[in-house]
């Protein structure tokens, strides 16, 4: 199974930026990232194909950049403009590859470990 493993979150002040990487042990065709709150639901933030296809969030459109390496099997989450509410722990994921489904519908296969961001006003 394939294995997945964040880096990149800490914390930053309202409208500032991070990047996340993930680094996954094998090729995976969709990738994503999503994202947990205290006392809220793991929620899709942003997918991307190996063909470079992607698909966001509306609440993080032309805030954040969803960009992989192929090569490198390796995913990365550039995040902008960052907000409060952007507040979270994100995880990697592997896709199940589902063409019939939206990128960010797509069930996740497996999880990485998370790595929190933390974003204060």
């Known amino acids: 199974q394939v294995q997945l493993v964040e880096s990149g979150g800490g914390s930053m002040q309202s409208g500032g930026s991070l990047r996340l990487s993930c680094v996954a042990s094998?090729?995976?065709?969709?990738m994503g990232w999503f994202r947990q709150a205290p006392g809220k639901e793991r929620e899709g933030v942003a997918a991307i194909d190996s063909d470079g296809g992607t698909d966001y969030a509306d609440s993080v459109k032309d805030r954040f950049t969803i960009s992989r390496d192929n090569a490198k099997n390796t995913l990365a989450l550039q995040m902008n403009s960052l907000k409060p509410e952007d507040t979270a722990m994100y995880y990697c994921?592997?896709?199940?590859?589902?063409?019939?489904?939206?990128?960010?519908?797509?069930?996740?296969?497996?999880w990485g470990q998370g790595t929190q961001v933390t974003v204060s006003s």
């Open positions: 094998e090729y995976t065709y969709s």
């Open positions: 994921a592997a896709l199940f590859n589902l063409p019939s489904r939206p990128l960010l519908r797509r069930p996740p296969l497996r």
